[in-house]
């Protein structure tokens, strides 16, 4: 166990440096901001990075209890025997709290890590991206259905503007071609038949080919460019939000 006076010292020295720094102790943990919150007294695992942004870790989880982003000014002090360290910040107004009572393990590193992230998505990820965010489609679109089997096969999402007029979309991970339009206005074609109205109809991909381009100018068929990453930058913010959301709550 590392005496309090010892880690106050090890953990200024630290974000002074900017390392990042890991603390394992008994720790409770108060929140004001968004809404208030106060976790109880137990053993969590604390990361304060180097960009000094915080996460408050239970042993159990992958999501962090209570976290800070990045930029929060944080102030460390002792107080009857116990460690405090405070994470703020102004816009919006939020603060968060933790006092240790005891210091089980304490270390900090300055990691170096300019590695390039890449992610390999699905058109799954393409289509929740749709169903969570349909504004990326265009204002006023909602989703109807996703996955509605037809004689052909499965439509990705069919939705229905801003007018109430239904929306055909076929999605695409990669470069759309001239069979994807193809297929679509397949599936246009029996939803018209089911429904008695012509639907529009929209290739949703990151790109479409000059072939695909042209066929899709004959035939009505509208395009919308989305991509793997932008998906999941999307999904990525959604968590975000939901979890911001759940907090408030």
Same mark, same amino acid.
């Given at each position: 166990?590392?005496? *309090? ?5 090890? *953990?200024? #020295? +630290? ?8 603390? *394992?102790?008994?720790?409770? %943990?108060? $929140?004001? &901001? ?5 976790? #109880?007294?137990? =053993? ?8 000094? !942004? ?16 990045? &930029? @929060?000014?944080?102030? %460390? ?15 919006p107004p939020e603060m968060l709290k933790i006092i240790i009572t005891r210091v089980l393990s304490l270390s900090s590193f300055g990691l170096r890590d300019e590695g390039e992230f890449q992610i390999h998505a699905r058109e799954e990820d393409m289509k929740q991206a749709i169903i969570a965010e349909p504004s990326i489609i265009e204002d006023g679109f909602r989703v109807v259905e996703? =996955? ?5 096969? $499965? *439509?990705?999402?069919? &939705?229905?503007?801003?007018? &109430?007029?239904?929306?055909?979309? =076929?999605?695409?991970?990669?470069? +759309? ?19 008695? !109205? ?48 759940? @907090? +408030?709550?």
């Open positions: 166990m590392i005496g *309090i006076d010892e880690a106050i010292a090890e *953990i200024k #020295s +630290a974000i002074t440096a900017g390392r990042l720094v890991t603390i *394992i102790g008994e720790m409770e %943990v108060f $929140y004001e &901001g968004r809404s208030i919150s106060w976790l #109880s007294s137990g =053993e969590r695992l604390l990361v304060i990075k180097q960009d000094r !942004s915080v996460l408050v870790h239970r042993p159990t989880g992958y999501e962090p209890t209570n976290w800070q982003p990045a &930029g @929060s000014h944080i102030d %460390v002090w002792g107080e009857e025997g116990k460690l405090v360290i405070v994470s703020k910040r102004t816009s996703s =996955e509605r089997k037809t004689k052909s096969g $499965y *439509i990705d999402v069919l &939705g229905v503007d801003r007018e &109430g007029r239904l929306v055909v979309i =076929e999605i695409k991970r990669e470069s +759309a071609d001239i069979g994807d339009v193809e297929q679509l206005v397949r599936y246009s074609t029996q939803i018209e038949e089911e429904f008695g !109205s012509k639907p529009r109809q929209m290739i949703v991909a990151p790109r479409l080919s000059s072939r695909a381009a042209r066929k899709a100018r004959i035939l009505g068929v509208e395009f919308r460019q989305l991509s793997p990453r932008k998906a999941q930058e999307i999904l990525r913010r959604r968590k975000g939000l939901d979890r911001f959301l759940c @907090s +408030a709550d």
